[in-house]
């Protein structure tokens, strides 16, 4: 009997703009390589505000802010997405990402993070209010309320605080990144083909040090 | 008798290590779609000085910049590519981009821009010196002499000037960026695929303003 083929790791932020078609198509996508995907939500307001910044890249630099969303409607006319730029930008997705953080290895997991950009980049919805976070919650099957109140824990909160911890000590700068099992980064919504054709190498135990098998 | 299809603009900046593997592939991927390519020639550091950069962006973001370098390898390495991390960066590409941009249109003119980035990336040569970019020349067939000299010329300095405002006005802010017949902007190597096959319109010369053909 084979194992199955490691997942692919996907660190993505709720405010991310490429991180959202990234999110509508990385699970078909490592699917049809035999893939599954672990969903990492983390923040990158620590991670910007470490490097001087307090504002997303894109409005701070805002020849690369109108390309991106040129880009990205580009990119989600490709994919069939409905895409409406938000009226306000970057969004807070603290919630969410708690919620995420703590689900993580539930099946309706991937549903909700869908839903949650759904609202943020197609449907101009407040992702940082909980009553719009509930009813992503409500459009992936579940009940809302205790949810919500989990995520408020501190364990969920420090749950994703280390989470956030755990992607800069991997090198991670921006969102989506995709992380291969042996550890190779791959960043944007255009590299997610680069992460899944990444070799994948016989895990280190087991092989003699130096050798060739 | 039909038109050729119009040229792809090819923006790329002789420090920009990214604009090396496509500077090596872009005339190659370009043709097997029956198109060609124009080179234009232009410098990032008046872009990056207008922005409050004084440095590539890869050394004032080191974990950025670390993510490149790897990222660097990867793709050399799948294109086949000769890449030895340049013992400065990034070098001063003045004097190569003012020849560049003083023969754009010469048939050597792809020789010497690859000559060049070959040097950089993979021969860790000076081309901020005059005696690397004569040999660059030299590997593209040519006497160095006159072509330094002409380069050197108001003209030339005047020429290279217009052509980096020009990528301004047109909201390149990165290298390297394609652009389309029609003003499509695609910023990075991994995106020269996607501005191949962004579709070409008829030349809006002839058609009704408004009118569907």
Excluded: H
């Excluded at 991180?19 to 699970?27: G, T």
């Excluded at 991997?170 to 960043?187: N, S």
């Amino acid at each position: 009997m084979t194992e199955p083929a490691p997942p692919l790791e996907f660190w993505f932020e709720f405010a991310s703009t490429y991180s959202y078609p990234a999110a509508m198509r990385v699970e078909r996508a490592a699917r049809e390589r035999g893939r599954s995907v672990v969903w990492r939500a983390f923040l990158l307001g620590p991670i910007f505000g470490a490097q001087g910044w307090n504002d997303s890249p894109f409005n701070i630099y805002p020849a690369k802010g109108a390309y991106m969303w040129r880009d990205l409607e580009r990119i989600c006319a490709a994919d069939g997405l409905a895409m409406n730029r938000p009226s306000r930008f970057p969004r807070n997705g603290l919630l969410a990402a708690r919620v995420a953080c703590a689900n993580a290895a539930e099946p309706w997991l991937p549903a909700f993070v869908r839903a949650v950009y759904d609202a943020n980049f197609a449907r101009d919805r407040e992702i940082s209010e909980p009553a719009v976070v509930a009813e992503c919650l409500e459009r992936a099957g579940q009940g809302a309320a205790p949810l919500l109140e989990a995520a408020q824990s501190d364990a969920a909160k420090a749950a994703l605080r280390a989470q956030t911890e755990r992607a800069t000590k991997l090198g991670i700068f921006g969102a989506p990144t995709f992380v291969t099992p042996d550890g190779e980064l791959f960043w944007g919504n255009d590299r997610l083909e680069d992460a899944l054709a990444w070799p994948l190498r016989a895990p280190s135990r087991g092989r003699r040090a130096g050798g060739s098998v």
